[in-house]
């Protein structure tokens, strides 16, 4: 089946929907099991409520999306009976665990067999719900549990970790999150698809512009008749911009994060300070040190002039991007040979390549294990013009971890810098929002955007009227929580803080 | 050693000197609304915000709703609205935090509270807790002890355990699974201590008033002594509103 998006510089899928014949379920699960065997890469798969076929029985058209090695993606569907369900695959491909989970936690959808099949979220909500749960234990007179959150010690988001420690050595982490869960899902679906971009970049806050440029993308797919207009190569730069300092300013709180906990103090205090560069730049860019209202479907909040004035010129662009490189080069040196940083991140915390592969994890989380996915280096648009180079680092300790995102600080200030070479100007320009938006009727939209935590993963769905029929919202962190948990197998719980901070998952993204 | 050296010579000093005066150059802050007339029937801002945060007749704009996204400016065809980088956003009551058309429309200036400031105007700790906050919210309060906002000097800190503080600063629409959290982090906190609301998720569920995950009880038993808006709050924000409730001279520094 033909994709039918054109070229931007998003992991982007249009699809007629009515076309994707749904598979029977065993014939689906089959199909889907055989593409990842063969080298395809899970990205997504999620239910969402299907007319049923039989009254009083609940039916779920469950889609499975992957990416083959050269970026593609390919769908698969099956349309199943939630009472009846099917048999697990996550016994064969652990990468699933999550998405079957939460397929049965949204849905009630029986997944036979799972292994783990605990609530991602507990949507239902309250204390019942979450005590009945029966937590991984492991029995013996010399094992303790510690159990921390759902308040942790500093300003940060809630979730709550339980250790099952023998003395001082973690033998199994079991994290249980949900506590930040608002329902984001049902509202997207509330208002004219067109104004989501608020909401959408609330997400998970810190990472707007991933989220917003996967709605905005999807949007555009899903644009008809005259407004179709695809978005030019200016504002394809001004957004490409905006991802590259959202990483740059993230990577540099996460950074400072972890030389605050391995009490290396210069090192907090500098990479902290220099955030505060990269976040006003994106203030000067468009009036917020989030990045929220840069991205807009079909247009650009962004304002970049040619010469200092009101707003804020390439000059003065270019001087904030030469401060961070020229302080960045003195703090990274200082903070990589500090023995202190090296004794306390060296081994701590490590998955293996085969580990990382096996759960799935995506961002930089799975390059600092050797893995290679990066969808930038499948984009088409600004991203083509403008290549990346995928860094992996083999270790997966907290070190690479750490080294993965003072290299991709590196990379993208110079991305940014070869799109300056170009001398752009950008000015704002947003699409009126008063007159309802019509969408094209019967298509499916995937859109994959490379944040700083990983692929932001937006799948839109219209019915035959062309009304937005479902809207399935995905977090890099939804992956990746596993892999923590896994990553602080047989460490120190004292070092569980340094592993938290290198793996910087989002809560509320996991949560929604 | 030199290599540290090296970090201080490029480092400088860092911090704000005077925090009541500065402005975050091209921050979209405090909103205006002109007193031009609207044409008749129009309801173009209303329909295009995302929070219900206008009324017309008169245009009245609610900060403890606002999320700064601007749709206002654009969609409005009088250009009633316009938004300049003022960062301070707070008041003690809600109401107060209603801006109305005109150049004097903005919110209600802070009060100093007296017996709060003879209680804390030398030492006030906090505890933060996001209940539902999308991560701007903390990452910005975060930033107010930060080497630029350094709000530590003049006795401000964040402290680890609610039994520490004095005051509960909460962000996020308080979701129903964090409900008992925040009960049982309040009941915690020994008296005197007090609620700041931080944002407009906190101030009155922001972009999520409508979601049904919530569980807002918390804040209707407990009012907030002052209300922090901002989506997210720019810390020089909220650095100002604790520095005018406890009547600290900006001098002080
Ligand atoms: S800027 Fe504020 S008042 Fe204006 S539309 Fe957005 S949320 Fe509503
Ligand atoms: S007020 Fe805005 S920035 Fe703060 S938590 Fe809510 S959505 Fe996030």
């Not at chain 2, 030398?122 to 906002?149: D, P």
């Not at chain 2, 003049?154 to 699974?177: F, K, Q």
């Amino acid at each position: 089946m033909s994709a039918l998006a054109g070229a931007c510089s998003v992991t982007l899928d249009a699809r007629v929907a009515s076309a994707i014949v749904p598979l029977d379920v065993r014939a689906w699960r089959a199909d889907l099991l055989a593409r990842l065997a063969s080298g395809a890469r899970i990205v997504t798969l999620y239910g969402r409520p299907a007319p049923s076929a039989h009254a009083g029985a609940a039916a779920v058209m469950v889609t499975a999306v992957v990416q083959l090695t050269d970026g593609r993606l390919e769908v698969t569907r099956a349309v199943m009976d939630a009472a009846r369900g099917y048999h697990a695959m996550t016994a064969d491909v652990t990468a699933l665990h999550c998405f079957e989970r939460e397929l049965h936690e949204q849905h009630g959808v029986r997944v036979a067999g799972h292994p783990w099949l605990k609530p991602i979220r507990f949507e239902a909500g309250g204390r019942a719900a979450r005590d009945a749960y029966p937590f991984y234990a492991i029995e013996g007179k010399e094992v303790h549990e510690v159990a921390v959150g759902p308040i942790h010690a500093g300003v940060i988001e809630p979730g709550a970790f339980r250790f099952m420690c023998l003395g001082e050595i973690v033998h199994h982490l079991e994290i249980h999150l949900g506590y930040q869960h608002r329902g984001v899902e049902p509202l997207l679906l509330r208002r004219d698809a067109r104004k989501l971009a608020p909401l959408v970049e609330t997400i998970a806050g810190d990472s707007s512009i991933a989220h917003t440029w996967a709605y905005c993308a999807a949007i555009e797919a899903l644009t008809a008749g005259d407004e179709r207009a695809p978005v030019g190569p200016e504002i394809e730069a001004a957004r490409g911009v905006m991802l590259e300092l959202e990483r740059i300013a993230m990577h540099l709180a996460g950074l400072s994060g972890l030389a605050a906990d391995v009490g290396f103090l210069q090192g907090a205090s500098s990479y902290g300070r220099l955030r505060t560069t990269a976040i006003n730049t994106s203030m000067r860019l468009c009036g917020s040190r989030f990045g929220r209202g840069a991205l807009r479907p079909g247009g650009s909040g962004v304002r970049l002039d040619a010469e200092a004035g009101a707003g804020f010129s390439r000059a003065e662009l270019r001087q904030n991007l030469a401060l961070l490189v020229n302080d960045l080069a003195i703090i990274d040196d200082c903070f990589l040979s500090a023995r202190t940083v090296q004794h306390r991140l060296k081994g701590a915390g490590r998955l293996t390549t085969a580990q990382a592969t096996e759960l799935g994890l995506v961002g930089p989380a799975a390059r600092a294990s050797g893995l290679t996915h990066d969808q930038r280096a499948f984009g088409a648009g600004v991203y083509a013009e403008h290549p990346v180079t995928v860094v992996s680092e083999p270790s997966g300790d907290c070190w690479a971890r750490a080294r993965m995102r003072i290299v991709e600080i590196g990379r993208s200030l110079a991305w940014i810098a070869g799109v300056l070479d170009g001398d752009p100007v950008w000015t704002p320009r947003r699409a009126s929002t008063a007159a309802p938006l019509e969408l094209v009727a019967d298509r499916l939209v995937v859109s994959v955007v490379e944040g700083w935590r990983g692929e932001a993963v937006h799948c839109l769905e219209t019915d035959a009227a062309g009304a937005l029929l479902h809207y399935k919202v995905q977090d890099p962190s939804l992956r990746n929580w596993l892999g923590l948990a896994i990553a602080v197998r047989e460490n120190e719980i004292s070092d569980f803080p340094i592993c938290n901070k290198s793996f910087d998952l989002s809560y509320c993204g996991n949560d929604l | 050693m030199f290599k540290s050296l090296r970090v201080r010579a490029s480092q400088g000093s860092q911090f704000i000197v005077d925090l009541r005066k500065a402005v975050p150059n091209g921050h979209r802050g405090l909103p205006t609304i002109s007193t031009a007339p609207c044409p008749e029937g129009c309801h173009a801002c209303v329909d295009a915000c995302p929070t219900e945060a206008i009324a017309i007749e008169p245009v009245r704009l609610d900060l403890g709703k606002c999320v700064f996204c601007s749709e206002c400016v654009h969609e409005c065809p009088e250009g009633k609205f316009a938004f300049t980088s003022n960062p301070h956003l707070s008041a003690r009551t809600r109401e107060g935090l209603i801006v109305t058309e005109g150049p004097e429309g903005g919110p209600d200036p802070i009060a100093t509270d007296a017996a709060l400031k003879k209680l804390y105007g030398r030492s006030l700790r906090m505890r933060q807790v996001s209940a539902g906050g999308c991560n701007g919210c903390e990452l910005e309060l975060n930033a107010a002890l930060n080497v630029n906002f350094d709000l530590a000097r003049y006795g401000i800190e964040w402290v680890a355990s609610p039994r520490h503080a004095d005051a509960l600063v909460l962000s996020g629409p308080l979701t129903r699974n964090m409900a008992e959290a925040v009960r049982l982090a309040w009941d915690a906190m020994p008296d005197p201590r007090f609620v700041i609301a931080a944002g407009a998720c906190a101030i009155s569920g922001g972009l999520y008033a409508q979601a049904e995950a919530l569980d807002r009880g918390f804040l209707r038993d407990v009012g907030p002594v002052v209300y922090v808006a901002g989506c997210p709050p720019h810390p020089l924000g909220f650095v100002n509103a604790i520095l005018q409730l406890l009547g600290i001279a900006p001098s002080a520094g």
